[in-house]
């Protein structure tokens, strides 16, 4: 056999791996009472599609407010980071989807001339591959895109000595509950070094409406993204889902957005992949993503000796905060 077909077999091994990874997580998910389906499972070739809509949608301000954050504070936020032109560092993004935001901190990084290496993180290889079609139009600089969970690829990272600047944005933070996230960052430090700094965005408690609208969109299309976790497991799963028995349930309660897909009656599911049967009663409910809402203070809850928060940058509504926190 010669080398690269011994590559690619490694390639397609991980993958399978990958795949069979998923899939037991998903089904765990399932057997479980209240049953939920983690939230990165959304992001198929489809979910993908769906959420570059969502992010376009009137009542979705996050990305119109963080977008306006970057395009317009980036100076600041490297001066902040105490980045300038002459000194190389890294730039690591966790979950960096489409990387259209990104792509404003890039721009003003190329035309200053800064020396930099972008790291996008994504375990969805349909998002990295969206995400370099949408730089391909920046001149050039280095990148170096890694699929794969952000703890695996973090670690990969920060295998040298070079500054790290890691980015965590669109409140990805928020689909985690307050134990998680604490854990979460405390993982995300262990792979920092002093002085290293994290770029948090936030989504701010507000308007309990506004919020529940931007997960319950007129138009439909967050149902839409919800409800393709039922495509997604009739296909990957072998499942036999009918979409017109479950509907979109989303909630805003304890500063949290929370979207559920709930069963509109008695019925059970057959999954061919494991050819077992899943129960649903009639109003059961699937937890498929929560989004929590933050305060400073209630960040500064969850930071422990950590991080310390050294700026906010935020839009001119204030709906959206980017906090940048220095590793201690
Ligand atoms: C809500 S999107 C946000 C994308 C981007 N950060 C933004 O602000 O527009 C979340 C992204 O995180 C990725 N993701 C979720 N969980 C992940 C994990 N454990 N490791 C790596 N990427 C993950 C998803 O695939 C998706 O592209």
Not at 114 to 123: L, S, T
Not at 138 to 157: A, I, K, N, R, S
Not at 216 to 230: C, R
Not at 231 to 259: C, G, I, T, W
């Amino acid at each position: 056999m010669h080398a690269g077909s011994a590559r690619e077999l490694d390639w397609r091994n991980r993958n399978l791996e990958m795949q069979t990874a998923i899939d037991t997580k998903v089904l765990e998910g399932l057997r479980q009472h209240p049953k939920r389906i983690p939230s990165w499972y959304f992001y198929d070739a489809r979910g993908g599609e769906l959420f570059q809509q969502i992010m376009a949608m009137p009542e979705y301000y996050l990305t119109r407010a963080e977008h306006e954050i970057l395009r317009g504070q980036a100076e600041s936020i490297f001066t902040a980071a105490g980045h300038t032109p002459g000194t190389p560092f890294a730039i690591i993004e966790l979950g960096a989807g489409d990387g259209s935001k990104t792509k404003e901190l890039l721009r003003y990084l190329i035309a200053n001339d800064f020396n930099f290496i972008y790291q996008p993180v994504d375990i969805s290889s349909n998002a990295i591959d969206l995400l370099k079609e949408n730089l391909s139009d920046l001149p050039e600089f280095e990148m170096e895109p890694l699929v794969g969970d952000y703890f695996e690829m973090l670690q990969q990272t920060m295998s040298n000595d070079v500054p790290k600047m890691v980015l965590f944005l669109g409140s990805n933070l928020g689909n985690y509950d307050d134990a998680t996230a604490k854990q979460f960052l405390q993982r995300a430090a262990n792979g920092m070094q002093s002085g290293d700094v994290l770029l948090m965005g936030l989504d701010i408690v507000k308007d309990p409406k506004r919020i529940l609208d931007a997960y319950n969109d007129a138009a439909g299309i967050t149902k839409a993204f919800n409800m393709n976790l039922l495509e997604r497991m009739n296909r990957e799963l072998d499942a036999d889902f009918d979409k017109d028995r479950f509907d979109h349930a989303p909630v805003y309660e304890n500063n949290q957005a929370v979207s559920y897909i709930i069963s509109k009656e008695d019925q059970s599911v057959y999954f061919g992949a494991t050819e077992e049967r899943i129960e649903f009663k009639k109003g059961e409910k699937i937890q498929t993503e929560i989004s929590r809402k933050y305060t400073r203070e209630s960040l500064q809850g969850l930071l422990g000796d950590s991080f310390q928060i050294t700026h906010v940058f935020q839009d001119r509504q204030k709906d959206f905060s980017d906090f940048l926190l220095i590793k201690s």
